[in-house]
């Protein structure tokens, strides 16, 4: 009998240690699962907000033609043009970046950092932006010096000063001036 109970009391014990063991490996699988939620999330929130700059700018300059075509020079309208063309554009590379992003994510892309004109890159951004600062009179300059370079991956920082820029916008009052420059 001593033996018996010696057995049972260890094979409770084995029984318990297992059930702690599933228990942590459950609570490791929701912790998984809680933080691929958050990831997708943050995915849905950027993918969101990183759409509506371009399509704000789209819908900025098409009011500005649809409103006012007779009271806007040929080349004002032309200019317009560009912008929602460049917006498209962009808005393309925006999508394509962020399935880009996603496979980065899973280990199917590499991160591509490369020697980059920064004025360039921020001139990208202001052209997709300026349609929602024409919406409030708001001016954009840029002060970025044409011969300074970085290493970034190109995309990632457009990404980047498109939603600094978009949020810029969204909290200048009209009639204000966005100054995007560099120390």
Same mark, same amino acid.
């Given at each position: 009998?001593a033996q018996r109970r010696l057995m049972e009391a260890f094979a409770n014990q084995g029984a318990q240690a297992i059930e702690r063991a599933q228990l942590e490996e459950q609570n490791r699988q929701i912790a998984l699962l809680q933080?691929?939620?958050?990831?997708?999330?943050?995915?849905?929130?950027?993918?969101?907000?990183?759409?509506?700059?371009?399509?704000?700018?789209?819908?900025?300059?098409?009011?500005?033609?649809?409103?006012?075509?007779?009271?806007?020079?040929?080349? *004002?309208?032309?200019? %317009?043009?560009?912008?929602?063309?460049?917006?498209?554009?962009?808005? #393309?590379?925006? &999508? @394509?970046? !962020? $399935?880009?992003?996603?496979?980065?994510?899973?280990?199917?892309?590499?991160?591509?950092?490369?020697?980059?004109?920064?004025?360039?890159?921020?001139?990208?951004?202001?052209?997709?932006?300026?349609?929602?600062?024409?919406?409030?009179?708001?001016?954009?300059? *840029?002060?970025?010096? %044409?011969?300074?370079?970085?290493?970034?991956?190109?995309?990632?920082? #457009?990404?980047? &000063? @498109?939603? !600094? $820029?978009?949020?810029?916008?969204?909290?200048?009052?009209?009639?204000?001036?966005?100054?995007?420059?560099?120390?």
């Open positions: 009998p933080s691929a939620e958050k990831l997708q999330n943050t995915l849905l929130n950027s993918i969101s907000h990183d759409l509506r700059t371009p399509f704000s700018s789209i819908l900025g300059f098409t009011d500005l033609l649809l409103a006012h075509p007779n009271r806007l020079s040929d080349e *004002e309208k032309r200019q %317009y043009v560009q912008y929602i063309q460049e917006s498209s554009r962009n808005m #393309l590379n925006l &999508v @394509n970046s !962020l $399935l880009d992003w996603t496979r980065i994510q899973t280990g199917r892309i590499p991160f591509a950092p490369s020697k980059s004109n920064l004025s360039t890159i921020i001139g990208r951004s202001v052209k997709m932006i300026s349609g929602a600062g024409l919406q409030k009179n708001i001016r954009i300059l *840029e002060e970025i010096p %044409y011969d300074l370079f970085v290493f970034v991956d190109q995309n990632l920082l #457009l990404q980047a &000063v @498109n939603n !600094l $820029l978009s949020n810029a916008v969204k909290f200048t009052n009209p009639g204000g001036t966005i100054t995007i420059g560099c120390a």
